[in-house]
């Protein structure tokens, strides 16, 4: 990322860049690549006292942030996710958190996220519909509010103590915290790229919870659900960036140590072209992830539009930078081996989740034809 850190930033970035690398270096993450659960209670608790869950918190609910502007610390962290392939629900710890204290709802779940006792799941995206289609319903019965419908996938659902599920009601959306051992609730495991993703698929059959398990207003939840997808996008592409970078690094590092022909292999000209095309799309994706995050923060009134370009562009072009990292390698980039492929498969993955580029770019075509109707 390109921000200007204060001295709080720079040392808050640097205590998890320390703690990851002592806690989850590439020989951790690989003995984790068979394992159900990608990473231990304990783990998420330490990464939880650094401040990884209460950033989006205001200070009356137990959180804070280190400068101020609590996104903008956030994305430092989702970066530092990113350069180490770390594991651990930061998104869905994130939007959850955020998405509870900003309704003043649930104070006690609040308290065990903060602390990191347990972590919630984000359960918005569904297997079919595309970027934000709710077919999940949301039904008032009595007392009581049922669930019926499919949620894929959901970030750490094996491990999840709770979900924040959107639901349709009537020709409105809601947003319900349910417990994930209530009945009627089940989870598949889903298989992933990438090692330490952890992902599944979410069923509810008639679950019945309380109505005071609503998240905000019964049928009056887009506006949340779009801030929690900006939110989400701005961490993702803050990590995807982190693990483009690191991926560079390690390209430009092996270029210039490696000898061809009795040269290094960075002299050669056409190397220096590649290298050139991927400092472009290397640069140009932290602007694109700090102009991102910066809108949201400001909830100004282009945030959409923008984190769907940022998602556009660092979905597109982080794999293809990575591709190519891969390819500059030779052969032993190709071996599961080399620690670049750890990369790689979290890019691979981030481009996947919540829209592809082309959903994205359907999107930013409809903000642009919604724009030029209105001015009409």
């Known amino acids: 990322m390109l921000w200007e850190l204060n001295a709080d930033q720079e040392f808050f970035r640097d205590t998890t860049a320390k703690f990851l690398s002592e806690r989850v270096p590439v020989e951790a993450i690989r003995r984790r690549r068979h394992e159900t659960d990608a990473f231990d209670a304990e783990y998420w608790r ?20 280190i400068s101020g502007d609590p996104v903008v610390d956030l994305t430092l962290i989702a970066y530092e996710f990113g350069r180490a392939a770390a594991p651990g629900p930061l998104t869905s710890a994130n939007v959850v958190a955020a998405a509870l204290s900003g309704a003043g709802s649930h104070p006690e779940v609040v308290a065990d996220l903060l602390s990191g006792a347990t972590v919630a799941g984000w359960a918005h995206a569904e297997p079919r519909g595309g970027i934000g289609a709710v077919g999940l319903e949301i039904r008032a019965d009595g007392a009581e509010l049922v669930l019926d419908g499919v949620k894929r996938p ?32 089940s989870v598949a495991a889903l298989q992933t790229v990438d090692l330490t993703g952890r992902f599944g698929t979410v069923t509810f059959d008639g679950v019945r919870v309380p109505r005071d398990a609503v998240v905000g207003e019964i049928g009056g939840a887009a506006a949340q659900l779009e801030y929690q997808l900006q939110l989400a996008l701005v961490i993702q592409a803050a990590e995807t960036v982190g693990a483009m970078q690191r991926g560079f690094d390690m390209t430009v590092e092996w270029a210039a140590d490696r000898y061809s022909f009795g040269r290094p292999l960075a002299s050669y000209q056409a190397i220096k072209h590649r290298f050139a095309d991927l400092k472009s799309w290397l640069e140009a994706s932290h602007a694109i992830a700090d ?20 998602k556009a562009y660092i979905g ?30 979290r ?17 930013i075509a409809q903000f642009v034809i919604d724009r030029e109707g209105s001015a009409a």
């Open 46 to 65: 330490r990464g939880a006292d650094l401040g990884w869950t209460s950033l989006l918190v205001g200070e009356e609910a137990g959180g804070g942030s």
């Open 154 to 185: 959901v970030e750490a659902a094996g491990q999840a103590g709770w979900f924040l599920v959107s639901g349709r009601t009537g020709d409105g959306l809601t947003q319900v915290l349910v417990p994930a051992d209530a009945p009627g609730v």
């Open 291 to 310: 102009s991102a995050a910066a809108a949201v923060s400001a909830r100004a009134a282009g945030a959409g539009e923008l984190v769907s370009v940022a």
């Open 316 to 345: 597109e072009y982080g794999l293809e930078l990575l591709q190519d990292c891969v390819q500059l390698h030779g052969g032993i980039g190709l071996t599961f081996e080399h620690d670049l492929h750890l990369f790689l498969r």
């Open 347 to 363: 890019a691979t993955v981030d481009r996947a989740l919540h829209g592809t580029p082309a959903q994205h770019r359907a999107r």
